[in-house]
């Protein structure tokens, strides 16, 4: 515990020294709200202290640093959590409410006509190298997203971009293949970086990335922490109200309850769920509901996989309600569609799947499979660890003998992408992308990731009508119809589920609110401390 707090001291006065002028007086500017919000933590709660601009966040996060960071590739939860304080894009997502709002952009971007939309560089935004952010570096930073060669997990999310250009110093011209209502917020897929230090050295700049945002990357070290200080220059909407933050990586469940506990950590994400009411004793916990799922998935390429009766019967053996009561606490909901009820884009799916061993069993027989025997490939995430036994159970209790094949995300994945996979349950949650039901479908269902290398099942007439009915939704200016295609499509996955949810669930976390003011729990993986201070 000294030598923690020793470390603790260090460190702030590293980052004392390093705010300069600027920094203190755009924090002390920007914190007038925060500093009076109240705490309510519980049997430590209380008013929270006046934000200091020499403060110091300190957060506990559930996952390894499995990736990189460069925008154009990540999509792990630590590194898109920490890139939404170190990137911008034209346009952010506010990670707790969801909404769009301009971040490089003086504003959101204007509409010239059916196809076309501008958007304007906010003035005299420079990068954390000293660098200014030039119109060049935005183009750049979308072309590169673009371009097939590079193979961005984000090109699958901007279909409809024919082109983006420079029309004068301060102005982009973005020209769609196809009329796009959901432009405006889309575009915060892709996060504008510098074209010379990515052009010079992309392995360096993917290790630890500059970037115009609030907040700048001091380290990042593998299974232990991640650093940040404050950016003094920045100009933008969301200044930083902390010297600085280090993220612990503890996916340990345990190392992170611990931490809370001690007061070692001011919040952390994915509180175990057998743990919530012993922090709720000190702490805030709030259990927020997300789109974030469990998903089962079959090669559907191989027998006798490619008949969807067998996977349905899957779906139909599995005893939801004891999984979600058992391992979960009920601290999740069993799909009924492949959004939650509490998205607005939701409409209840043609086919919903509750516990009915007979009819599981029946859809067996009808497919002419006995004796079936499977691996089961999930991942090593605590809470789908504690889920696993229960889908085995289930599976094993209508003649289907289960073994489990518990391992590491990227390990399990390999196995997936080199053919051997049989059955996976695992989680997933494109809505850290953003949480329209268009990005949502198109993460699994469009691309040549998921339907061609994983659930291999883009060869059928079914997937031909689900891309057809995406790009069909994706045109539509009327929010019905958008809406009523979409749930076409949910019918069509639901009916067929190559890869469907089995579970939507609720994401826990932990925090003291009197010495990070501003702090809220969000829907999405990850922690943001945008607009948060700190009392200590």
């Known amino acids: 515990m000294l030598k923690d707090v020793l470390h603790l001291q260090t460190s702030r006065r590293a980052f004392i020294g390093s705010v300069g002028a600027m920094g203190i007086v755009a924090a002390l500017a920007a ?51 920490g890139n939404w304080h170190v990137l911008e894009g034209l346009v952010d997502l506010d990670p707790v409410t969801r909404k769009p709002y301009a971040a490089l952009a003086t504003s959101l971007p204007t509409q010239v006509d059916d196809t076309t939309w501008q958007a304007t560089l906010r003035s005299g935004a420079t ?53 796009f209502s959901l432009f405006p917020s889309r575009i915060s897929v892709v996060k504008v970086v510098p074209k010379a230090l990515v052009t010079a050295d992309q392995a360096a700049y993917d290790s630890l990335p500059v970037g115009s945002g609030p907040y700048k990357y ?20 969301r200044p930083a109200l902390a010297a600085g933050m280090t993220w612990n990586l503890l996916s340990d469940a345990s190392a992170r309850v611990t931490a809370a506990q001690s007061g070692r950590v001011e919040a ?27 998903f089962m998935m079959f090669n559907c390429s191989v027998a006798p996989f490619d008949d969807k009766r067998v996977r349905q019967a899957f779906f139909y053996a599995i005893d939801m309600d004891k999984v979600i009561s058992t391992a979960l606490l009920g601290n999740a909901t069993a799909a009924t569609s492949f959004v939650p009820k509490d998205h607005p884009s939701y409409v209840e799916a ?21 004796n079936l025997a499977v691996t089961l490939l999930t991942t090593d995430t605590a809470w789908v660890k504690d889920v696993a036994p229960l889908i085995k159970e289930s599976l094993d209790s209508v003649g289907i003998a289960t073994t489990l094949d518990i391992g590491q995300s990227g390990g399990q994945y390999k196995k997936v992408d080199g053919g051997e996979l049989q059955v996976m ?58 809406k009523a295609t979409w749930g076409q499509i949910y019918d069509i996955i639901s009916e067929n589920v190559p890869l469907y ?30 607009d948060v201070g700190s009392t200590v």
């Open 350 to 370: 043609k086919t919903v799947y509750s516990h009915d061993p007979a009819k599981a069993k029946q859809l067996l027989a009808d497919a002419g499979v006995s």
């Open 501 to 530: 949810p089995l579970f939507h669930r609720k994401l826990p976390t932990a925090y003291d609110g009197a010495k990070v003011p501003g702090f809220k729990p969000l829907s999405i993986t990850g922690l943001s401390f945008l």
């Open 218 to 237: 001091v380290s990042a070290t593998k299974d232990d922490k991640i650093v940040f200080e404050r950016f003094d220059a920045y100009n933008g909407p």
């Open 31 to 81: 914190c007038s709200g925060p500093s009076s919000t109240t705490g309510a933590n519980g049997a430590a709660g209380g008013s929270a202290g006046p934000v200091k601009t020499d403060g110091l966040i300190t957060a506990g996060m559930s996952y390894p640093l499995s990736t990189g960071f460069d925008p154009m590739t990540t999509s792990a939860a630590l590194t898109v959590a």
């Open 127 to 179: 990068f954390h190298d000293g660098s200014p952010v030039t119109i060049d570096d935005v183009v750049f930073s979308f072309t590169r997203v673009l371009d097939p060669a590079n193979n961005s997990l984000y090109l699958g999310f901007l279909p409809f971009v024919d082109s983006v250009t420079a029309v004068d110093a301060s102005t982009v011209q973005f020209k769609l293949k196809y009329a």
């Open 425 to 482: 349950v695992a989680p997933g949650d494109p809505s850290v992308f953003g949480p329209d039901a268009d990005l949502l479908l198109r993460w699994w269902f469009a691309g040549s990731v998921w339907p061609v290398s994983r659930y291999r099942w883009a060869g059928t007439p079914e997937f031909a009508e689900v891309t057809s009915l995406l790009n069909q939704a994706a045109s539509a200016s009327d929010e019905a119809a958008q």
């Open 268 to 294: 952390i994400e994915d509180v175990p769920y057998l743990d919530a009411d012993g922090l709720a004793k000190t702490l805030t916990v709030d259990s927020v509901q997300s789109f974030g799922l469990l």
